[in-house]
């Protein structure tokens, strides 16, 4: 089989004699046809082609075409942000009424999505801990739960998500299971392999890797099958009216979840990501291995520094063998599992200010995992919209700061945190 390495490189654009070795940045928000005929076909789902970007896009596609194959999915599609590829891949499936289960231990901004605006749509989700038993998982499955939710990595605890545990409840009640990889990405591990259905990304982060393109992901298995539940699962396997009667399921097969998040969701509600995002997200993909190598290394240097350090508290980082994740790390993600950590300081939440506002190197910034060291106080940024209760279920301490490793001489990170732990 192909290595992830080589399809970062190779697959999604396969130029022909003379044309472009670099996918050309197709900056058009239409495509001419000859005929009124080949344009109806295209609107009526009958043939495939361009005509118009916000529902599909020749820059997009390949990117998109090489996500799918690191992935090893059967197609993929990009939206504007992580947080658009995560709404759609559950709202792609769930309507007003409906039910989902996620993990709590997710980044701040999708258990907002979760918890308070699709319940606004009627859409009901909820969270459990990560280390839920199968048993107790199953009394949470309720006759109209569509889909469980969890990050293979999560966001900002670093904790390592038991893919397979969810994935064999999941397929016990005949409902998908999506995992959000962002963290991991497929170079580190591809969720697929251990039984997820519908992988998420926020390709933002590792996947451009420099801090320039915003964007998102979905990658379809093309492994549930929706027919087999079909009760479960109307919008896929029953007649779509604003499509003349298509029956996603039973029409377009194992690229029926995909089709219909660009032609339904896509032409609706309209994320794209731009053209030269995507361009960007290309180059960044072609040095995805190479950099997510450098960041693991760098990250577990960092990390057995902190855990020495008399004014740190705590470390969590699973590639430590005395993290309490370290055996799922080991499991799912042996070659490394990110370059992000968390650890909490000896002190106040003014110990914690004090000692960020003293980095030079090392930036506090929104951003996460990319070329440049950054950290930021969730409590304080990301979180700051959970209740303390909430952050106590999320598994996110107070005191706890979000250090994202980049790719300089790790030597150099080291000196800028110890200077730093001088003035506290």
């Known amino acids: 089989m192909t290595k992830v390495d080589t399809l970062a490189i190779h697959e999604g654009w396969k130029p022909k004699k003379g044309e472009p070795r670099e996918v050309p940045i197709y900056q058009s ?34 990117v998109a075409a090489k996500i799918a194959a690191m992935e090893g999915g059967v197609a993929a599609m990009l939206t504007s942000s992580g947080q658009a590829a ?19 231990a997710i980044y701040g901004g999708t258990y907002n999505l979760f918890g308070v605006t699709m319940k606004k749509m009627g859409i009901e989700c909820t969270f459990v801990d990560p280390e839920i038993s199968e048993e107790e998982l199953q009394k949470e499955i309720r006759p109209n739960t569509k889909c469980i939710f969890g990050e293979t990595i999560t966001n900002p605890t670093v904790s390592i998500f038991d893919i397979e545990k969810f994935a064999k409840v999941a397929h016990q009640n005949g409902i998908p299971l999506v995992v959000d990889n962002t963290f991991a990405t497929p170079v580190n591990c591809r969720p697929i392999e251990w039984g997820c259905d519908i992988v998420t990304h926020s390709t933002t982060k590792y996947m451009d890797g420099h801090g320039v393109s915003v ?3 979905i990658v379809d298995s093309g492994n549930f099958d929706w027919l087999a539940h079909k009760d479960k699962f109307p919008g896929l396997t029953t007649p779509d009216e604003s499509y003349h009667g298509i029956v996603y399921a039973e029409k377009f097969g194992q690229l029926a979840y995909i089709t219909k998040a660009t032609s339904q969701l896509m032409r609706d509600l ?14 960044g993909l072609e040095s995805l291995a190479v950099r997510m190598r450098k960041h693991c290394e760098n ?8 855990s020495n350090h008399p004014k740190v508290a705590w470390v969590k980082y699973a590639d430590l063998e005395n993290d309490k994740y370290h ?18 300081l000896k002190g106040d939440r003014e110990t914690a200010e004090t000692f960020m506002d003293s980095l030079q190197l090392v930036s506090i910034v929104t951003h996460v995992a990319d070329a440049k060291t950054c950290l930021l106080h969730p409590a304080s940024h990301t979180h700051r919209q959970m209740s303390d ?7 996110v301490d107070a005191d706890l700061i979000r250090l994202s490793v980049g790719i300089e001489d790790a030597n150099d990170i080291i000196d800028d945190l110890e200077q730093a732990f001088e003035k506290i």
């Open 215 to 217: 964007g998102g992901a």
């Open 389 to 395: 209760e909430q952050l106590k279920e999320a598994g």
């Open 327 to 344: 055996e799922l790390a080991k499991k799912y993600c042996p070659n490394g599992t990110c370059g992000v950590l968390s650890f909490g």
């Open 299 to 306: 990250a577990l240097t960092i990390a057995k520094f902190l």
């Open 86 to 104: 995560n709404f759609f891949a559950v709202f792609n499936i769930c309507e007003t009424g409906d039910h989902l289960i996620s993990s709590s």
């Open 29 to 62: 928000t239409t495509f001419k046809y000859d005929t009124s005929e080949e344009m109806g076909r295209l609107f009526d789902l009958e043939d495939s082609g361009y005509f118009y970007t916000r529902l599909q896009n020749p820059t997009n596609d390949a």
């Open 270 to 283: 309209g994320p794209i990501q731009s053209p030269q995002n995507a361009f960007y997200l290309s180059l």
